[in-house]
């Protein structure tokens, strides 16, 4: 089925308990690129179980979320069973749809090439891909979103969206926060790589956004977030980061060579100080209505991706 003019194609449907309430598609556009996206959406059991993978749940007329997920490979299974595990403890919890993007690998979580042009973050010595993040955040907008909620659930009450990015993909959410603000409610970023093509992003955020003193900020003023039942609120901010980032330890079988190595990493990353200077940034700007900075204490780099996944998912439902 195609549309804008991506096609998704689904993947054929797994035996009913594996996996309840989860549906696999390839995402290509081949007039734009040759890239395909794996995409998979899941989706709360009370919306019952469908044959049908281009129409998969009956009427719900209660207000739901949706997050949307890129590295799809590594962070989708840990959307899909934190958001299962919690409601039958938290009774209260909104539906919501997590949405996650990903790639075909075989031997790999991370696409590590593509993810340096859909993230908008070249490792060095590589330069920038113009366009790519941009690219990537259309498909999203445009391509991906109106296919869910148009063709996919046409008949769920859609309200808020969120995105979510860790690592490099936390550099793509800091720049969807500088250049497209209104595009979600709630940006989460787990340790965003800042401190990639030089730390620019810093400078494009204040630029865009403004520093609420004597800097107004390009991007113009907006009412809401563009999803549907907004509300007109500002938009809100997650970010963490782990403490093992900032204040790295030699742990007990790690050879000497190898903590320096890591240690010159984190130090260069900056993956703390340039959090707090992100959160710094957005509260001045004061184009948000809520955001928080967090430390999880002992936390390495590919831990804190799954624990701000989680936290972020339940800030994002309630505030």
Partial sequence: MALNPWTFTPFPPLPATILPNIAFYNATAPSLTNQTYQVTLSYPFEWGL?????????????????????????????????????????????????????????????????????????????????????????????????????????????????????????????????????????????????????????????????????????????????????????PAAFIAYGGYEEYPTRRRTQTEPDFQFKKGLLQRSRLGRLSHDLFDKLVASGRMRDVVVKEYPGLDHASVGAATLVEGLVYFMYW
């Fill in 50 to 234: 469908s044959s049908d993978p281009f129409s998969l749940v009956p009427n719900n007329s209660n207000p739901t979320l949706s997050v949307y997920i890129p590295d799809g490979n590594a962070f989708s299974l840990t959307a899909h069973e934190f958001l299962k595990r919690r409601k039958p403890v938290e009774p209260s919890q909104p539906s919501i749809l997590s949405i996650s993007i990903g790639y075909p690998l075989l031997d790999s979580v991370y696409d590590f090439p593509q993810r340096e042009i859909d993230f908008g973050a070249p490792i060095p010595p590589n330069p920038p891909v113009a366009g790519g993040s941009e690219a990537f955040l259309s498909f999203v907008n445009d391509g991906l979103r109106p296919w869910v909620q148009e063709t996919v659930f046409p008949s769920v009450n859609f309200t808020r969206d969120a995105i979510y990015g860790h690592s490099s993909g936390g550099l793509l959410v800091a720049h969807a926060m500088a250049y497209h603000l209104d595009m979600f409610d709630t940006f989460i970023a787990a340790s965003p790589s800042l401190a990639l093509r030089n730390g620019s992003i810093m400078d494009e955020l204040t630029r865009q956004l403004g520093d609420g003193i004597n800097l107004p900020g390009e991007l113009p003023p907006i009412s809401g977030n563009g999803t549907q039942g907004g509300g007109g609120d500002k």
